[in-house]
């Protein structure tokens, strides 16, 4: 498929590897030719990396299939999941990043497949999470920080205000990792 033709979220065979495209910017210069940067993820390995085209290039579009999946358990830095079909699959800790620390049962999950194989999972942006652990907010600490740690029910930490106390349901923003509220029921 011609490099004009791509946009946002398709997929791509690049030197042997699958990349998903997040943004692209054109740009024109003087006379020159038009050129079109792309920023690229890949999907197995989680890196980014910024590319210029031509335009007329060719580039091999990939189709990925988003399913759900459910979480089953983590166990040795592998987290196992199951389809509709009853079908496992297994990915490693260090290709999922981050996502490891979010992961909990009955989490929207969706599974990024590519001819029937589990290559990838995207987790909801936000999502709710109890906190199991964390230090008692003195009124009045807040020439420190007006934060402490927390440790979610998954085994993350992360940064919660003062009043959050152990016991309590956040909402947490899981691509950045960071606090976002109180879950409100």
Known sequence: MKVRYLKVGDAINLNGEIWQIL??????????KADIEFLLKNIKSGNTLKKV????????????????????YSKHDIAYFLDEKSNKYEIKADILGN??????????????????QLLNIELPIKAVYKVIETSPGVKGDSEKSNYKIAKIETGAEITVP???????????????????ERYKK
């Open 53 to 72: 085209f031509n335009p007329d290039e060719d580039l091999e579009e990939i189709e990925l299939e988003k399913r759900p999946i459910k979480f089953l």
């Open 99 to 116: 996502k490891f620390k979010f992961l909990k049962k009955d989490l929207d999950i969706k599974g990024l497949f590519y001819e029937n």
């Open 23 to 32: 943004e692209i910017e054109h740009s024109h210069r003087g006379r020159g």
């Open 162 to 180: 003062l009043f959050i106390e152990i016991g309590e349901e956040i909402v947490v923003n899981t691509e950045k990792g960071e606090y976002v």
